[in-house]
């Protein structure tokens, strides 16, 4: 009679679960060609200390303290505990609901003859309740708040992954600003003793105010040049100390020349593996797994549950006179909930979850596209910064050959004050954009490293 009954019911459910559609597809994406960026595929990744390898004691401090303290990186660590937990929630659903009521009743009565009669009640009961997942919703629900947390920990190594690459990035900004504040020191030094030079030849009468002025005039913009710099090294000594979860107050970097540092030769990644060695892209992968597995939630929230509820105990009532014995209680049931009219709530609801995991999608084949496109980026700038570096450094030869060679001809009176005017203004050029290309040279490298995941790779 019972399956009689049920079948209709399930019938309709079937029928129900068919009218709602396929669901979304997932995205297919397309391999890299064989040649990536007109080289051959390598088998080596950055190390997961890649930093160290520009040799760099101090930025290896900066960098265990930023991973120890940096606010952020606190931050993603306590967001993974929320969705840990949020995992082990919905997995409780898999599982029976058990608890325990007691009750304990002190009770006087007066009987019509006055007799005053004192008795106590004691009830102790066990309760279950177990949703039977027949049609696995629970399960599938159980599975995305699985995806979410997994998804959560990969985020937390994009932030982890983010930090480094800044302490880096900001590290070598500080270091080329240095070199560019000693650069103008050198320059101020031998600026000042040329216009110490011309100021006694004045004197002598062997140089005019003219050439006396013109060299005061480039001194003075090498000087003016310099409370910029300092400020700007000020600033990314700031950034550091925010960086490694510090006040900025107090806070000091020895730092260096740029050009001290170890810059190591390029091996471009395994393109078709690079998916696997980014935290953005597997976040974006895990967090559409977890929109698939609420569109199953959703989908067979049409379908019927089944539910049990049981309870069982004992109960006494202890009068003043005499003692009865337990009584044993004891009650089980089974329940079928079946939606028949909700207004739309469910469509609604499916609806929102179909559009979610196309969002999704879109977003995971945007980090996909991304990704490359960031290798191929770094790619490229870092070998224009290393051609440019060479090119700068020959530069610098020439003008500094230059100066001397203009110095050496206004000494011996062949010319006048403008070749070395113009030579001291190139040696400037020079030297700046020698720096700048070293530093686009390191900072090359760690976009490089970057974009290749940082050493990061896919847990097990």
């Known amino acids: 009679m019972r399956w009689r009954c049920l079948a209709p019911l399930l019938a309709a459910s079937v029928l129900a679960g068919c009218a709602l559609g396929p669901r979304p597809e997932a995205p297919v994406v397309a391999p890299p060609a064989a040649g990536w960026n007109g080289q051959a595929d390598a088998a080596e990744w950055p190390a997961a200390d890649w930093w160290k390898v520009f040799g760099s004691p101090e930025l290896d401090q900066l960098i265990a303290t930023a991973q120890a303290h940096n606010d952020d990186l606190a931050a993603g660590q306590a967001m993974l505990r929320q969705a840990d937990a949020q995992a082990r929630i919905a997995g409780a659903a898999l599982l029976p609901t058990v608890g325990l009521a007691s009750l304990t009743e002190d009770t006087r009565k007066i009987s019509p003859t006055g007799q005053i009669r004192r008795y106590g009640t004691l009830n102790g009961v066990f309760s279950a309740s177990y949703e039977v997942d027949v049609w696995g919703k629970n399960h599938d629900a159980h599975s995305s708040a699985i995806a979410t947390a997994q998804a959560a920990s990969y985020q937390l190594a994009v ?13 070598f900004n500080l270091l080329a600003t240095q070199d560019n504040i000693a650069s103008l020191h050198q320059q101020l030094a031998d600026g000042q003793a040329i216009l110490n030079g011309l100021i006694r030849q004045q004197r002598q009468g062997l140089v005019t105010g003219l050439q006396v002025a013109q060299q005061q005039a480039l001194v003075e913009q090498v000087a003016a040049s310099l409370p910029p710099l300092e400020a700007q090294r000020a600033h990314l000594v700031d950034a550091l100390a925010l960086l490694t979860g510090h006040n900025p107050e107090g806070f000091s970097v020895k730092g260096g020349s740029l050009a001290s540092l170890a810059l190591p030769p390029v091996t471009a990644g395994v393109p078709s593996a690079l998916l696997v060695h980014r935290p953005d892209v597997q976040a974006a992968e895990r967090a559409l797994a977890a929109a698939g597995a609420n569109i199953s939630v959703a989908r067979k929230a049409f379908l019927p549950s089944f539910g049990l509820t049981g309870s069982g105990g004992v109960g006494s009532v202890a009068l003043a006179s005499a003692m009865a014995g337990p009584a044993s209680v004891f009650d089980m049931g089974l ?18 979850v179909n559009g979610r995991y196309q969002e999704l999608a879109a977003d995971y084949l945007k980090a996909v596209h991304q990704a490359y496109g960031d290798v191929e980026d770094a790619l490229v700038t870092e070998q224009g910064a290393r051609h440019q570096f060479d090119r700068e450094a020959n530069a610098v030869q020439s003008a500094r050959q230059a100066l001397a060679m203009a110095r050496a001809g206004y000494g011996a009176g062949t010319t006048d004050m403008l070749p070395v005017l113009a030579a001291q203004q190139a040696l400037a050029l020079a030297d700046t954009q020698q720096i700048q290309a070293n530093l686009g040279r390191a900072q090359g490298l760690v976009d490089l490293y970057k974009a290749l995941g940082c050493g990061w790779t896919l847990p097990s």
């Open 335 to 352: 329940n079928v909930l079946q939606p028949i009219f909700d207004g739309g709530r469910l469509h609604g609801q499916l609806e929102a």
């Open 159 to 171: 932030i982890r992954t983010t930090i480094v690459a800044s302490v880096a990035s900001t590290y």
